[in-house]
């Protein structure tokens, strides 16, 4: 009987349910004691939210909520831990409760103007708003409008990833990142200008979404725009970047590595495939979405492609930069 629950304990012990023991590095093991605090907190916050009655599923309610605070932050802790060879909690909750589970982190504090403060990088975030599935294109910070990194010049059967003007060219090539290319693929408007058949036959132009009518709007026109209006008080928001993932073997794109920056990853709230039914964003970042968000960072394997992050599964994906179905969230550092 002894033994039985001893090998009990010791299963329930792991820090992350599936990840052996013996495959966890020895700093990492420390991860339960660190987050005791922070488990406890977090179960507090969740359980508030269940039911009182009947007791049946208030019972459930009360256990799920344990189980998903105990995986999610031990879960958080060794997979930063892995990556800094420190095992930090990054996963405790927030001051402003939440009924998700998992909480909140402290690092994040609402801004009150539409983003999210983060004092553990210092870096401040766009908040997104809208209802999920609800387009609404004039509005820059819905959550359900979706950008391409670049458009396509495709004049003469040409396939050229493109800006749709000199400004939108100008901001991607300067805070575009990833590889030496300058500017990086996709940063230039469509060689020779528009077409014309009699006035400019040797135009590529105009630069158009990868299907339908021109114009385009990328994520670094959607910058502008932001910019222009000056969010929140500033005109330095950029892209996040994901340039780390280069350090990445082919093939590989969600290994461990230290190499920085990972500003999208920040975000992140429990390990890649984790989050299958859930966020895999802090809820304090606004409005869920079940889409992929671009970062500024183009693939050095092969440049027609740029790094997102899909919030969905938590992991990182390179993609077409002429795909339409991403979102895209803005991020500055602030001073």
Known sequence: MRLALLLLAILFAHPMAGDSWARVPRACRQCRAVCGT??????????????????????????????????????????????????????????????????GNPCFTDGGDGTVHDSCTGLQWEKKNGANGVHNPADLHNVNNVYPWAGVCTYGGANIFCQPDAAAAATCAALADGTTTDPEEGCSECPGGDYDPTSNPGGTGPCKPATGPPPVNTIWAWLNQLNAANFAGHNDWRIPSEAARNSCPPGEPNCTTTATPQELETILKGP????????????????????QTWSASTSRADQRYAWLVNFFQGSNEQTPKNYLAASVRAVRTEH
């Open 38 to 103: 922070a488990v406890s907190e977090c179960v507090t916050a969740t359980v508030a939210s269940c039911p009182a009655t009947p007791h049946g599923r208030a019972h459930r309610c009360r256990r799920r909520a344990k189980h998903l605070c105990r995986r999610t932050i031990d879960g958080c802790c060794t997979t930063s831990c892995r990556q800094t060879g420190e095992p930090i909690c990054c996963g405790a909750p927030a001051t402003t409760t939440t009924t998700l589970p998992g909480g």
């Open 272 to 291: 890649a495939g984790s989050c299958s039914s859930t966020p895999c964003y802090y809820p304090i970042f606004g409005v869920p979405v079940s889409l």
